[in-house]
């Protein structure tokens, strides 16, 4: 089993490498709180690049530790190395949405 992180409601998976990369994205923010305002970002974006894939968002964390931050969640550590993100999703009677942070 992979190493998984949770953040609020996003989720950051371990995965072995980047899958191949349609864009690489200019910011370090892993998810835009809808509700809030507030995001899950990474603090040291100068350590990390950000990737959208076929398979969604994929960061890689190169030489060292970095914090994902939150104003209503505690900071969290990555280590160095590749990782698949994406929101926690729920089942409502109307379909499965994204939950709102």
Do not use: F
Not at 11 to 19: K, M, T, V, Y
Not at 57 to 82: F, K, M, N, Y
């Amino acid at each position: 089993m992979r190493k998984q992180y949770r953040h609020g409601d996003v989720l950051i998976e371990a995965i072995p490498s980047l899958p191949p990369i349609r864009q690489k994205l200019t910011h370090t923010i892993l998810a835009h709180g809808e509700l809030t305002k507030h995001c899950h970002r990474i603090k040291e974006h100068s350590e990390v690049d950000l990737y959208q894939t076929a398979s969604g968002l994929c960061l890689h964390v190169r030489d060292q530790a970095v914090s994902v931050v939150h104003e209503e969640h505690a900071t969290i550590e990555l280590p160095p190395g590749c990782y698949r993100v994406w929101r926690q999703r729920e089942y409502t009677p109307q379909g499965i949405q994204v939950v709102r942070d």
